[in-house]
């Protein structure tokens, strides 16, 4: 696939908290380019800074050091009403808890942003048949999040944060609360996604099974990004070990 530019930078991104009177740096000191059509994991273990990282690039945090730009625009100089516009059309979200409204249909949860962004009915009852039947639960639509599976609820999570064509989903442990069939199952249907509407997708996860269905995977520890998969990178489960442990394997 050809990578047509630059969505979302990371310039020296750092994130420092004041926690029980001391300095967290939870992210230190990060560069990354996420480009356009891409997909892309963060992976890491628990408290490795992937979390934090994600907010920063959706603009939900702000750094402490370095910039975030989304097409070439830093975050921190966009007003309140640009970051409203950017959340709800440019970037879409997909969370563990999947966040769906119990008391709404499958078909309702997914037709909600498009209400918000003022869509008329139209064009609203259009494009959630679109995205129910591209998450294949068309035929789910009238159920309500408790009638659903686990899996089939982030796949309405899922068809809730496309259905606006934003130009990335940031995926915050998408598969945390699934079983591993499901878990793959998500996973593919976001490289399906990428590969055939060409939308980006960073996703963080523990999972290291999931990792292959990815076009780029940063491993990240202690705040820092400590290795990219590709050419020498080394397995999954080499990228799961800490760094010294990991360089002493390789001189051996």
Sequence with gaps: MTVQGELISAR????????????????????LDINEGRFVALVGRSGSG?????????????????????QGKDL?????????DLR??????????????????????????LRIAGIDARARATRTQEVLEMVGLARRARHRPYELSGGEQQRIAIARAVALKPAVILADEPT???????????????????HDDRMSIV????????????????????????????????SPDDMFKPPA??????AG
């Design 88 to 113: 709800r059309h440019r970037v879409g979200f997909v969370f563990q808890s999947f966040g769906l409204l119990p008391l709404l249909s499958a078909y309702e949860n997914v037709e909600l942003p």
């Design 176 to 194: 945390g609360e699934l079983d591993s069939v499901n878990a793959h199952a998500i996973f593919s249907l976001f490289q399906k996604m990428v």
């Design 203 to 234: 996703a963080t996860t523990h999972d290291q099974t999931l990792l292959d269905l990815a076009d780029e995977v940063y491993e990240m520890h202690d705040g820092q990004i400590t290795a990219l998969r590709g050419p020498g990178a080394g």
């Design 12 to 31: 020296g991104v750092g994130r420092v908290y004041t926690l029980a009177g001391e300095l967290v740096h939870a992210v230190r000191d990060i560069d």
């Design 245 to 250: 442990a990991r360089a002493g394997a390789r």
């Design 76 to 84: 921190a100089h966009l007003g309140e009403k640009q970051m409203v």
């Design 50 to 70: 992937k979390t934090t990282l994600l907010n920063l690039l959706a603009g939900l945090d702000r750094p402490t050091t370095g910039q975030v730009l989304f």
